[in-house]
């Protein structure tokens, strides 16, 4: 069955950092644009950040620029996004999704996606 699985999740203070990882089984990932999206208690899910499977273009939402960055090791299945200089508007559940195009604002592109890790900041 198709899985994606994050791990990486946890309690940090303001100002750390943490790297989450999503690892892909069930299906070829290095064919898929991969995503990671967050959710806050009553918000909607946003896109956080996104690779594309192509050219390996990245893209990041306003919010995250120059603070996080998202990578993916295809020989492992696994694609990862290292955060720093984290605030406590970080705290959500994240999420990592695979679709055939890399649209951060348009979760209607992804097909697959994992079961969130939870992120919390604060101090």
């Known amino acids: 069955q198709v899985q994606l699985v994050e791990s990486g999740g946890g309690l940090v203070q303001p100002g750390g950092s943490l790297r989450l990882s999503c690892a892909a089984s069930?299906?070829?990932?290095?064919?898929?644009?991969a995503g990671w999206f967050r959710q806050a208690p009553g918000k909607e899910r946003e896109g956080v950040s996104c690779i594309s499977s192509n050219d390996g273009n990245t893209y990041y939402a306003d919010s995250v620029k120059d603070r996080f960055t998202i990578s993916r090791d295809n020989a492992k299945n696994t694609v990862y996004l290292q955060m720093n200089s984290l605030k406590p508007e970080d705290t959500a559940v994240y999420y990592c999704?695979?679709?055939?195009?890399?649209?951060?604002?348009?979760?209607?592109?992804?097909?697959?996606w994992g079961q969130g890790t939870q992120v919390t900041v604060s101090s």
């Open positions: 069930g299906f070829t990932p290095n064919y898929y644009a």
């Open positions: 999704a695979a679709g055939y195009e890399c649209r951060l604002l348009d979760p209607r592109a992804y097909h697959y």
